[in-house]
């Protein structure tokens, strides 16, 4: 590897780190994508970033703990079944072509940009009900449908994490603002928790397989590091709407990019 790859691999694992404490993911949207770039095949790519993830996910993670932002109940209840669906996930990656592997993270990428958009609707919406009826109790059935929440979103964010090689965090946020009501910085941070949990377990399944790339992963890893350290230290002093505006735009850059990427592989 030249001193050129190696200066890539650290700049880029450092923003991906950077955008996992800021954003609650656990930086693939980003990095799969420079893998495919820099020639990797899909399910490589996809390999590597979670190992990567790993490494980046938790720096970030034991940040929030120590500044008190790390909710374990929250974390388990979502991370569980995240841990089970992710070994399906990277099962399943190995069985599509490349191109339509990306195909289908570019339809996730714009699919999670909507239900940021559907969360902000929904909480409008609430608050005026809210307003009306301000001496409304909770449900008797609210606890249950908070558990069966945080399972259906582990579950989908655990089978993303295997199959594209993200944390699931582009999912566990928009969904955890949906479905639980959460605000979106305490999202993120419930986000980057779990995302431990599913990129350890994407990683097992996908080193079973022989797919991931231990050289470059740690490279990234170790940039992701760094940055989750920065981000996570900044991300209590920014404003909500400064954030979900920074995780839409980067949302769809990144979905017209892999759209293109995927174009690119149909043909070759």
Known sequence: MTPTHLLIFAGSGLLAGILAGFLGIGGGVVLV????????????AAATSSLSIVITASSGTVQNWRMGYFDLKSVIGIGFPALITAQIGAYLADLFPPYLLLVAFGILLLVTIYLI????????????ESQRAPNNTPSSNSSTKATVARIATGALAGLL???????????????????LGEPIKTAIQTSLGVIVI??????????????????????????????????????????DQVVSNGFRTLLFSLSIYIFWQAWQSYGA
């Open 198 to 239: 599913t990129a350890v377990s994407a990683s097992v399944g996908h080193a079973l397989q022989g797919n991931v790339l231990w050289i470059e992963g740690l490279l990234l890893g170790i940039g992701g590091f760094l940055g989750a350290q920065i981000s996570t230290r900044f991300l209590p002093k920014l404003p």
């Open 117 to 128: 958009q559907l969360r902000k609707q929904l909480k409008s919406r609430a608050q005026q």
């Open 33 to 44: 994508p420079l893998l495919v770039a820099l020639g990797y095949q899909p399910v490589q």
């Open 161 to 179: 994490a295997g199959l594209f090689g993200i944390g699931g965090g582009t999912i566990m946020v928009p969904l955890q603002m949906l479905l």
